[in-house]
């Protein structure tokens, strides 16, 4: 199983853009690179996911550069709601994933 | 239904009961797992089903925990003669019939279970 490493805490003020960086060195040919969100007393909630190069939906971006060893989340001008848990998660020879403990984003007025 | 859903939301015990967890997936999704997640960490895996077949159990603590999906849709994840440390949050989760981690899972609310 791939093992991730992303920092524990993060601070951000609103409205500015925050990126949050996974390491996965050892990620497989076949692996892919998921981001959840989770909220207190909820369940994770899928945010974006990628294989290589660059993804973009309505929510975030994600960032992956070609030796796929890291990868990057980036949040456009968050606001108090974006505050949560962020787990990078990366699986997909093995369909079991591994959480980790998250970044906790606090989002401050 | 709109999503996967969790019954009960809590549940207390009083240590040595025996206790079950509902989880009501999306309709059609293939694969369900379970989860537990203690306080300030990320979920943790304890099984996974395909349908009605068990393929992984190796995340389950200990012989006390249980689960079954006998008709491949609602799950039940039993836990006998609870002990304070299984006190946690447990998560259930279901991914559409293209399953494989590489898949977007959809989680329910949880069953936040306290052990006295």
């Known amino acids: 199983l791939a093992k991730t490493t992303q920092p524990i805490s993060m601070d951000s003020y609103e409205g500015q853009e925050v990126n949050i960086t996974c390491s996965h060195n050892?990620?497989?040919?076949?692996?892919?690179i998921t981001w959840y969100q989770q909220f207190p007393s909820q369940g994770p909630r899928f945010i974006i996911q990628?294989?290589?190069t660059k993804v973009t939906n309505e929510v975030a971006s994600l960032f992956i550069p070609a030796d796929r060893k890291s990868s990057t989340l980036s949040l456009p001008r968050v606001s108090l709601s974006d505050t949560a848990v962020y787990y990078c998660?990366?699986?997909?020879?093995?369909?079991?994933?591994?959480f980790g403990r998250g970044t906790s984003l606090i989002v401050h007025p | 239904g709109a999503g996967v859903s969790q019954s009960p939301r809590y549940k207390v015990a009083k240590r040595g009961q025996d206790v079950a967890l509902r989880c009501d997936p999306i309709?059609?999704?293939?694969?369900l797992f379970w989860y537990q997640q203690a306080l300030g960490q990320g979920p943790e895996f304890l099984t996974y089903?395909?349908?009605?077949?068990?393929?992984?159990k190796s995340g389950l603590p200990s012989d006390r925990f249980f689960a079954e999906r006998p008709e491949g849709s609602v799950s039940t994840l039993k836990i006998q003669r609870t002990q304070q440390e299984d006190s946690a949050v447990y998560l259930c989760?279901?991914?559409?019939?293209?399953?494989?981690?590489?898949?977007?899972?959809?989680f329910g609310p949880g069953t936040r279970l306290t052990v006295l």
């Open positions: 989760a279901s991914s559409p019939p293209l399953a494989g981690a590489s898949n977007e899972q959809f």
């Open positions: 050892n990620i497989a040919t076949n692996d892919y």
């Open positions: 990628g294989y290589k």
């Open positions: 998660l990366v699986a997909g020879g093995s369909y079991i994933p591994t």
């Open positions: 309709s059609g999704h293939v694969s």
């Open positions: 089903f395909q349908n009605e077949a068990q393929l992984d």
